[in-house]
């Protein structure tokens, strides 16, 4: 059992740059324990991630993995990865429009777009320099969680406010036509 729990809209924490976390720092044990327990609360919650932010901690770490318990069923698997100070950039100038929900914005999902590819400068939990090219669906999970480590909710990029729907609302009604907009992108 962990003793962080998830915090949520309207907690300012949420808006707070977080910050650099040393080398030193990261190794100890206070930090290990923190990322183990990031870990087993975005699975009990079911999230593709979760930000330090959301654990009320403002320390530049996030925790990225997809698979079977995800809430997010048409997701492609994404092993689990730990960033630590990332540094994002997209890889070309497409986009892609994504329906996102957060753990920190219970029963909400909206519209916005995200880069279509980037690449994720990172230091993994033990402090290598790492580096991935996420594409599609899973590139807009970097997106999100990087956003949560610089005070930025999807909420702010949603640029049509009427493409907000609760979970249940998106998925009976709008989740098949979304899907089939960016199907060419959900297979990768
Ligand atoms: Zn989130």
Request: net charge negative; charged share 30%; with cysteine.
């Amino acid at each position: 059992m962990t003793a962080l729990s998830i915090t949520t809209v309207g907690d300012p924490v949420l808006r707070e740059r977080a910050l650099e976390v040393g080398r030193d720092e990261l190794r100890s044990e206070a930090v290990q324990r923190l990322i183990d327990e990031m870990i087993e609360l975005k699975r009990a919650a079911g999230g593709a991630g979760l930000a330090a932010n959301q654990v009320s901690v403002r320390k530049r770490i996030a925790v990225v993995e997809v698979d079977e318990r995800t809430r997010y069923s048409y997701k492609p698997l994404v092993p689990l990865t730990v960033i630590v100070n990332p540094v994002l950039e997209p890889v070309g100038g497409a986009r892609l429009p994504i329906v996102e929900g957060c753990l920190s914005v219970p029963g909400l999902r909206g519209e916005l777009e995200r880069w279509l590819t980037v690449r994720v400068r990172y230091l993994d939990r033990f402090g290598e320099q790492r580096e991935l090219v996420a594409e599609g669906l899973t590139a807009g999970t970097f997106q999100h969680e990087v956003d949560h480590l610089d005070g930025v909710l999807f909420l702010d990029r949603v640029e049509d406010p009427r493409t907000f729907s609760t979970w249940e609302q998106f998925e009976r009604r709008h989740q098949a036509a979304w899907l089939e907009r960016v199907a060419p992108w959900v297979r990768k």
